[in-house]
C-alpha cells in the first residue's frame, strides 16, 4: 500500500532534523576535488538531505552573489529576480535540516525515527509558501535565532528576551519570509526582467546612492567578529533590543502624557529607557557571567538599522527582497555551520573546494580560508564610488572593490571555517 501523503501542517509536526544532524558525520568522504558530500544512497535518505542542505546553501550564496552584481550595475529586476530565488534557496536548505525535502514529484520528510513519510505533490514554490509559515514556528527553528545568534560568546537572544519582553523574534522570522508568501509580487518582476521589453515604454532610471549604500550596510553585516559570528548577529541582537525599548517608552509615553505633564514626563520617559537598558544588562550579565560594562559596551555599538527595517517591510522592493535573502542566508548558513563535527570533516573540505569552483579561493593558497574575509573588508574601506552612478563603480579606481562586493558568496569561507 502506498504510504499516505502528507499535508504541510502535519509534516512540519512529523518532520525531525535530528537524523540529518547526525548524518553530518557520514557525508563524504571528500579525498579530491572530484569527490561528492553524497554518493547515490537510497537508504540514507537523512545523508541526502544532509548534502542537500549544503548544496542548497550554496546555490542560495551563488543567488545572492547574481543579485549584488545585478545591483551594482543598475539591473535592479534582474536583482529582485535572483533575490527570490536566494531566498527560496535558503528556504530549502533550512527545511532540508528540518528533515524536510522540497522536490517535485519526490518530496519527503523524515521523522525522528528516520522513517520517510511522502509531501503531497506539488509545484516547488507552491510547497515552500505553505511551508514557510509553518516551519517559522518550529523549536529549531527558533533556536536557531534565539540560541546560535549571538552577542558574545555565550550571550544569546534568549538571554535578552528572558529579561525584555517585546523583541519580537518570531515576527521578525515570519517577516523575512515574506517574498515566499507573496510569490505573485516575484512572479511579475521575474516575467519583466525575463520576457517583457519594459525598457521601450519605461523611462531609464538612475542608479542612486541610497542603493549603493545599502548594499554596503549588507556587506558590513556578512564580514566577521571574533570566532564564527558575523557582525549581522551582534547587530541583530542591537537592533532588537533598542526596537524593544521604544515600544516600551512610547508606551510609557502615550500613558503620562495623558496627565497634562507632557514635558516632565517625556524627559522622565527618556532617562527612564536608560535605567531599562541598564537594568536588563544587568540581569544578561548575572545570567550568563558576561562582564555587564562589556555587554553595555557592545550592545550600545550597534549602527546598522536600514537592513533591518526593510527587511520587516511588507514590501518586495528590490531592497527589501535583498535585504531578506541576506537574513534566511545567515540562518541556513548557522544552520550548517552549528552542525558541523568537531573536525569539520567532509563538509569543510567539501566547501573547500567549492571554493576553488567558484572562483573565490585557490586551495593551495597559503591564506587560511577564515582569513579571507580581510580582503573583503579592505575592499569596503577603500570603495569610493562618486556620481555618476554606477559608471565609477567601474572605473579603474574601483572596479576590482566592486568585483570582489559583488560576491557575497565569499563569506561562506569565514562563515563556515572561522
Request: net charge negative.
Amino acid at each position: 500500500m502506498m504510504a499516505r501523503q502528507l499535508e504541510a501542517s502535519v509534516a512540519c509536526q512529523v518532520a525531525s532534523g535530528d537524523p540529518v544532524r547526525d548524518a553530518f558525520s557520514r557525508l563524504g568522504p571528500i579525498v579530491d576535488f572530484s569527490s561528492v558530500l553524497a554518493v547515490d544512497d537510497p537508504p540514507d535518505l537523512a545523508k541526502r538531505l544532509a548534502a542537500e542542505q549544503i548544496a542548497h546553501l550554496v546555490e542560495g550564496w551563488r543567488y545572492c552573489a547574481a543579485a549584488f552584481h545585478a545591483m551594482l550595475v543598475n539591473a535592479t529586476d534582474n536583482a529582485q529576480h535572483f533575490a527570490y530565488y536566494a531566498e527560496l534557496r535558503a528556504a530549502l536548505s533550512l527545511f532540508a535540516g528540518s528533515g524536510i525535502r522540497v522536490k517535485l514529484g519526490d518530496g519527503y520528510c523524515l521523522d525522528a525515527h528516520k522513517q520517510q513519510h511522502p509531501l503531497n505533490k506539488q509545484r516547488t514554490h507552491k510547497i515552500v509558501w505553505e511551508f514557510w509559515p509553518l516551519w517559522a514556528q518550529r523549536a529549531d527553528a527558533m533556536d536557531l535565532l534565539k540560541r546560535q545568534i549571538t552577542l558574545l560568546p555565550g550571550v544569546t537572544i534568549e538571554d535578552f528576551e528572558a529579561s525584555l519582553i517585546g523583541l519580537g523574534v518570531s515576527q521578525s522570522l515570519q517577516g523575512w519570509g515574506y517574498d515566499l508568501l507573496h510569490l505573485e509580487n516575484d512572479h511579475d518582476a521575474r516575467n519583466a526582467a525575463s520576457y517583457e521589453a519594459s525598457w521601450a515604454s519605461r523611462p531609464l532610471a538612475h542608479m542612486t546612492q541610497g542603493e549603493l549604500n545599502l548594499l554596503s550596510d549588507l556587506w558590513r553585516l556578512l564580514l566577521p567578529e571574533e570566532g564564527a559570528r558575523l557582525r549581522f548577529d551582534v547587530e541583530l541582537i542591537c537592533f532588537l533590543v533598542r526596537r524593544a525599548l521604544s515600544i516600551l517608552k512610547r508606551s510609557r509615553s502615550d500613558h503620562e502624557l495623558e496627565d497634562d505633564e507632557n514635558a516632565c514626563n517625556l524627559i522622565a520617559t527618556l532617562a527612564q529607557q536608560d535605567v531599562d537598558l541598564q537594568r536588563i544588562v544587568n540581569a544578561v550579565s548575572a545570567r550568563t557571567g558576561a562582564n555587564a560594562d562589556h555587554l553595555m559596551r557592545v550592545l550600545t555599538s550597534g549602527s546598522i538599522v536600514n537592513p533591518f527595517t526593510r527587511a520587516e517591510e511588507k514590501d518586495s522592493a528590490v531592497g527589501n527582497m535583498l535585504c531578506r535573502a541576506v537574513f534566511l542566508l545567515r540562518l541556513a548558513t548557522l544552520s550548517v555551520n552549528e552542525r558541523l563535527p568537531r573536525s569539520g570533516g567532509a563538509v569543510k573540505a567539501w566547501i573547500a573546494n567549492w571554493l576553488q569552483h567558484a572562483g573565490l579561493k585557490d586551495k593551495e593558497s597559503e591564506v587560511e580560508s577564515a582569513d579571507l574575509a580581510e580582503d573583503w573588508d579592505l575592499a569596503l574601506e577603500e570603495f569610493s564610488p562618486q556620481e555618476p552612478l554606477p559608471l565609477t563603480l567601474w572605473n579603474e579606481k574601483n572596479a576590482r572593490q566592486s568585483t570582489l562586493l559583488s560576491r557575497p558568496d565569499a563569506c561562506l569561507a569565514w562563515g563556515v571555517f572561522a
